[in-house]
């Protein structure tokens, strides 16, 4: 039997916790359904740059191209700002994703149960909440051209929103293939009214639905979606978008789950999937055991479920996380101004406990056999 | 006395409708303040574009130039939508603010008390809510290079987000002027860490910075603002974005309102501003005197107060506004889902009565008098 090759890479502020809290449940429930996992780590983000490596070490994308799957903290942080753009950390991401080919971008956006407390809208509007983003992830203006350019004694910067017909193709077909085993509903999220790119992704995208005729396909611009998600988020199911509308709609869906610190992502498409949380490197609560470990945790359920084939690990994880949240177990950023410690929310819920990162990932561990 | 002139340009959808709503507002608070105001109506967006003449025609655009403020409802729909980029509704729009100058575009969100029923957010997270966006609108993506061109058979789309020193200057100076009425705290929304425009933006905000120091000057990357917005809102004061951002968020935004159907917004800059409700044409409902006209009448009170000077005229509008929401009528837009028709908040607050466009305002020129 084979052990499946995760390459960890913490990056910086709370990555580096948060990965150790998601891969001690990874390989908990993996030995719990009598698979193996072994773990390399390797450095990536500000952490490296500091360590004069530069933001991405090429044995850092060796290693991830050579494993079955990788697992990333967060990297960037004000201490690194002022560097020029290709020297900060966030240009090793950059790398790294360009690297794996991960063109896809999914963001599952899920209201566990006894989380309608943490969240800023109404518990009957956000309640049953289940939707995933798909972004693309390796077009449009984060890997357009860039630069400057000096005009009759003015600066002017500019950067490049570009796409082509099969870097639309590749990520829509995706999209429609995962709306399929869903509600059937897709929508591509777009500024079809002013800009060309969005123009060819609506073309593209209502020629490939002529192919999934048994899902709805339909278009939104992305202005009215970002009123949509907040709005009525139960009507919306699978949202394809370019890679900059993807990053702002995915963050602003996270109060839908009622904090950032509970959601996952798995950028696919390539030989070897990148699975993150969405929060950042939250520097000002770094390396004080606060962070949630949730979104690091749930990245490895999904990297189990996608790229190691392992559903009943990847269920288990689940399974384990939505246990110790119904019990009341909370971090810090779950019970914001809301919820308080030791209140229960009446009628047989039990009472909020606030939890640090450790305690809340030996309290899903510890649920684990239940899911076996 | 000589009388202020307007211009009136309804577009499509629910444009003209609303248009014709805040007119008789806007000229009934002028009469009550012993001031004179003239209309002309003028053409532009899809209706335009049917009658043969083009999506801004010159004749508009001279005589909004001619004018002392132009009031526009709202354009594009469907209907136009399979036409080129540059024929279409919204390209008429992008004109027409060009011509104007109109490079800082305003859009105040306020939470009127009464509504707390129609925003998607809880009450206690919603309430207070008092911010403005100040959205670049002559630059960025709106209005640099775009088109297709063809590479080895694949078919690759273009658009262009460019923005020169000068350009981010002007903006940023009126976002500082406009904090420092308010409550002093100014966010500059940007994506420095991927792009070089951003960087731009950072450096300028950075460095005027200096000449406001009573100004409190923070940054956010655009992803986490759009969660901070439905998580936070009265944190924030006055957010400064480049053009595509702003118009993300504003609408976004719009749920802290209660509905899109409440925003106002002023384009100004240049030497006439151009005031416009945020929402758009709402095809669906257009013609069937169910259109929510407060957005418009806002605007048309913003008209009075930038471009008029007239401040106990926008003073008036306001109040009516504030009132006739507080005894409760509302149009539909503002009741979808919680609030019904006849039901009573308790406690001394009125019953909601649902009405049409014609009755919100004839209940808004009723209340006029009350606040001359
Ligand atoms: C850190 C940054 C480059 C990154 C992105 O925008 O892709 C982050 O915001 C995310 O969404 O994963
Ligand atoms: C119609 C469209 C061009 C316009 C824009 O995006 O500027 C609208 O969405 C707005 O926000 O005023």
Same mark, same amino acid.
């Given at each position: 039997?084979?052990?499946?090759?995760?390459?960890?890479?913490?990056?910086?502020?709370?990555?580096?916790?948060?990965?150790?809290?998601?891969?001690?449940?990874?390989?908990?429930?993996?030995?719990?359904?009598?698979?193996?996992?072994?773990?390399?780590?390797?450095?990536?983000?500000?952490?490296?740059?500091?360590?004069?490596?530069?933001?991405?070490?090429?044995?850092?994308?060796?290693?991830?191209?050579?494993?079955?799957?990788?697992?990333?903290?967060?990297?960037?942080?004000p201490?690194?700002?002022?560097?020029?753009?290709?020297?900060?950390?966030?240009?090793?991401?950059?790398?790294? %994703?360009? #690297?794996?080919? +991960? !063109?896809?971008?999914? &963001?599952?956006? =899920?209201?566990?149960?006894? $989380?309608? *407390?943490?969240?800023?809208?109404?518990?009957?509007?956000?309640?049953?909440?289940?939707?995933?983003?798909?972004?693309?992830?390796?077009?449009?203006?984060?890997?357009?051209?860039?630069?400057?350019?000096?005009?009759?004694?003015?600066?002017?910067?500019?950067d490049?929103?570009?796409?082509?017909?099969?870097?639309?193709? %590749?990520? #829509?077909?995706? +999209? !429609?293939?995962?709306? &399929?085993?869903r =509600?059937?509903?897709?929508? $591509?999220? *777009?500024?079809?009214?002013?800009?060309?790119?969005?123009?060819?992704?609506?073309?593209?995208?209502?020629?490939?639905?002529?192919?999934?005729?048994?899902?709805?396909?339909t278009?939104?611009?992305?202005?009215?979606?970002?009123?949509?998600?907040?709005?009525?988020?139960?009507?919306?199911?699978?949202?394809?978008?370019?890679?900059?509308?993807?990053?702002?709609l995915?963050?602003?869906?996270?109060?839908?789950?009622?904090s950032?610190?509970?959601?996952?992502?798995?950028?696919?498409?390539?030989?070897?999937?990148?699975?993150?949380?969405?929060?950042?490197?939250?520097?000002?609560?770094?390396?004080?055991?606060?962070?949630?470990?949730?979104?690091?945790?749930?990245?490895?359920?999904?990297?189990?479920?996608?790229?190691?084939?392992?559903?009943?690990?990847?269920?288990?994880?689940?399974?384990?996380?939505?246990?110790?949240?119904?019990?009341?177990?909370?971090?810090?950023?779950?019970?914001a101004?809301?919820?308080?410690?030791?209140?229960?929310?009446?009628?047989?819920?039990?009472?909020?406990?606030?939890?640090?990162?450790?305690?809340?990932?030996?309290q899903?561990?510890?649920?684990?056999?239940?899911?076996?």
């Amino acid at each position: 039997r084979s052990a499946a090759h995760v390459v960890l890479i913490g990056g910086d502020g709370i990555g580096p916790e948060v990965v150790e809290a998601a891969a001690q449940c990874l390989e908990e429930a993996a030995n719990l359904a009598g698979r193996e996992v072994r773990f390399t780590r390797a450095a990536g983000g500000g952490e490296a740059i500091d360590r004069g490596l530069g933001p991405m070490p090429d044995a850092t994308i060796q290693a991830c191209l050579h494993s079955d799957g990788v697992l990333l903290g967060a990297v960037g942080g004000p201490r690194w700002d002022r560097l020029p753009g290709a020297l900060r950390p966030e240009a090793g991401l950059l790398e790294l %994703r360009r #690297a794996l080919g +991960a !063109f896809a971008n999914i &963001r599952p956006v =899920r209201l566990f149960e006894g $989380l309608e *407390d943490a969240t800023p809208l109404r518990p009957e509007v956000a309640r049953g909440t289940d939707l995933v983003i798909v972004r693309e992830l390796l077009g449009g203006l984060y890997y357009g051209a860039r630069g400057r350019r000096d005009q009759d004694g003015r600066i002017l910067a500019f950067d490049t929103m570009e796409y082509a017909d099969v870097e639309i193709d %590749r990520v #829509a077909r995706f +999209a !429609f293939e995962l709306a &399929r085993k869903r =509600r059937r509903k897709l929508c $591509l999220v *777009d500024k079809a009214n002013i800009l060309e790119t969005s123009r060819l992704w609506r073309e593209r995208v209502e020629s490939l639905a002529g192919e999934y005729p048994d899902v709805e396909c339909t278009y939104q611009y992305v202005d009215s979606c970002a009123m949509k998600l907040v709005q009525s988020p139960r009507s919306l199911d699978v949202l394809l978008c370019e890679n900059t509308f993807g990053d702002i709609l995915s963050d602003e869906a996270a109060v839908l789950a009622g904090s950032l610190g509970m959601l996952a992502s798995a950028s696919i498409g390539g030989p070897v999937g990148l699975y993150e949380p969405v929060h950042g490197t939250a520097p000002d609560i770094a390396g004080q055991g606060l962070a949630n470990p949730i979104g690091a945790i749930l990245s490895a359920a999904l990297l189990a479920r996608l790229d190691l084939q392992w559903d009943d690990v990847a269920a288990m994880i689940e399974e384990a996380v939505a246990a110790t949240l119904q019990e009341g177990f909370r971090t810090r950023d779950l019970v914001a101004g809301r919820a308080t410690e030791g209140a229960g929310g009446g009628a047989g819920t039990p009472a909020v406990r606030v939890v640090g990162t450790r305690e809340m990932t030996a309290q899903i561990l510890e649920r684990l056999p239940l899911f076996a």
